[in-house]
């Protein structure tokens, strides 16, 4: 049986592969890796890091973007302005589904007027969840740009949507689960994938 002490660390633990449906996609230390490079890839195509501002899709995608700001100040020294917003009464399916959709918290301090937005999630599937997030954006102001980063691109999209910068791609099944886990909610880092309930998680519309 696996060491319980190492919930947090790069290795997974029982809870995580005691089903045989289960695979690894991200370790710790690889996710760490992933995130590091992304931020090389933001600073390489964003010169003036003055006018960008960054906002994660709850919840993991909001942990997602307070770790690219870390990793953006400690490789240029710049405090990149982080928000979070709820795309869910923007989804094209709220009136179908809205009885069981609960809208959380926005919070986005900030203007985004003539800003480049670096809107982040921890998973792109469909391009719906997305496409709900562009549109929320929208009602906040007109910036200047929008890119998208993503950790996981899974495939399957049924929108016109795609990441500027992504961590991963990981050709799935459609009925297949991403599930991502961050230290800060989940109390590890890791990113598995699997079939059925057993895989459930983050990012599964993203």
Same mark, same amino acid.
């Given at each position: 049986m696996a060491d319980k002490k190492k919930k947090?660390? =790069?290795?997974?633990?029982?809870d995580d592969l005691d089903k045989s449906d289960q695979s690894v996609i991200l370790t710790?230390?690889?996710?760490?890796?992933? &995130?590091?490079?992304?931020?090389?890839? &933001? #600073?390489?195509?964003?010169?003036?890091?003055?006018?960008? #501002?960054i906002v994660g899709v709850v919840t993991r995608g909001g942990v997602l973007a307070q770790r690219l700001s870390s990793e953006l100040k400690r &490789?240029? =020294?710049?405090?990149?302005?982080? =928000?979070?917003?709820?795309?869910?009464?923007?989804r094209d399916d709220f009136k179908q589904k809205g009885a069981?959709?609960?809208?959380?918290?926005?919070? #986005?301090?900030?203007? &985004?007027?003539?800003?480049?937005?670096?809107? #982040? +999630? +921890?998973?792109l599937f469909t391009g719906r969840?997305?496409?709900?997030?562009?549109?929320h954006l929208f009602d906040m102001g007109r910036p200047k740009e929008i890119q998208l980063a993503v950790l996981i691109d899974r495939g399957h999209r049924e929108?016109?949507?795609?990441? +500027?910068?992504? =961590?991963k791609n990981v050709p799935t099944q459609y009925v297949e689960k991403i599930r991502v886990r961050f230290l800060e909610c989940d109390g590890k880092d890791i990113v598995l994938s699997g079939l059925g309930d057993n895989a459930d998680g983050g990012g599964q519309n993203g």
């Open positions: 947090s660390g =790069g290795s997974p633990t029982s710790a230390q690889k996710q760490h890796q992933v &995130i590091t490079r992304m931020a090389h890839e &933001i #600073v390489e195509k964003n010169r003036n890091l003055e006018n960008l #501002v &490789i240029t =020294g710049a405090e990149i302005p982080v =928000g979070t917003l709820d795309p869910t009464l923007y069981v959709l609960a809208a959380k918290i926005t919070q #986005v301090p900030f203007s &985004i007027d003539n800003m480049t937005v670096l809107l #982040v +999630d +921890d998973v969840t997305i496409n709900a997030a562009i549109t929108l016109p949507i795609r990441p +500027d910068y992504c =961590g």
